[in-house]
DNA sequence: GCGACAG
DNA sequence: ATCTTGTCGC
């Protein structure tokens, strides 16, 4: 599985705009995965007052959940925090970390929104198009969107909609905790997503791939 | 105009 | 995201 290379990044918003305007029709919403037999998780961390980047990718086996690889990757910061535009700032980093691993995964768990997103081409989305690999957006709070609170069980879930439009789901992967924004990234159904979550949640609320990169792209241990 | 706003 | 110690709760 090759990763492509990053020609004329955009610096602007408007740039950036346009981009999400045109790729977003690529998304894919139905389910068109192989067998999984890996999953990774893609998180990233800043040092040096937010100059530099840190991504970190960590590789496990499904259903096992066994940690197989970790990647880390330094990277300059090369656009700012926008809400709406995450994924201008995470994909450039993210894509040298995946680079290091010498499996690509069958699946891969980003840390923000997928379809949840207002012109529906969230990270997890852009990640996943540019890869044309199964991608689920898993972010820690809401973005857009209205919901009902989901039952205080373990796989509870409810519907997170934008006006009529179904855009993802709030899910519940640890009894009486806060609970999961879950959305299509790419190639991944929601009912999907749904399973894949807490498949890979099955102690803590965060996925066990979030959880790893994060603390590795964090720099702790 | 005002408030909200993934990481 | 990041700055930061102790502290409340199971």
Redesign the pocket.
């Known amino acids: 599985m090759p990763i492509p290379e990053l020609l004329d990044w955009p610096t602007e918003v408007t740039e950036a705009r346009a981009i999400q305007d045109r790729w977003r029709d690529r998304v894919e919403v139905c389910d068109r995965l192989h067998l999984v037999n890996s999953v990774a998780g893609v ?4 040092e040096n007052e937010g100059r530099t980047t840190r991504a970190a990718a960590a590789l496990f086996s499904y259903p096992d959940l066994e940690l197989m690889e970790t990647a880390i990757a330094i990277y300059p910061t090369i656009f700012p ?1 926008i ?5 201008f700032r995470e994909v450039p980093p993210i894509l040298k970390a995946l680079r290091q691993l010498t499996v690509f995964p069958d699946l891969i768990l980003c ?3 997928g379809l949840a ?1 207002p012109r529906r081409f ?2 997890a989305c852009h990640l996943g198009v540019l890869l044309d690999c199964p991608t689920i957006g898993v ?5 857009i969107g209205t919901h009902g609170e989901p039952g205080r069980k373990r796989g509870s879930w409810e519907l997170l909609t934008d006006g009529e439009e179904t855009i993802g789901a709030v899910l519940r992967t640890r009894a009486k905790v806060k609970p999961l924004y879950v959305s299509i990234g790419h190639r991944v159904s929601l009912e999907t997503a749904i399973s894949y979550v807490l498949a890979c949640a099955p102690n803590y609320r965060l996925p066990e791939t979030t959880r790893i990169a994060d603390r590795l792209a ?1 720099n702790r241990t």
Request: proline share 5%.
């Open positions: 998180d990233l961390g800043f925090y809400p709406g535009y995450l994924s840390d923000g929104q997103h969230g990270l972010a820690k709070s809401r973005f964090s």
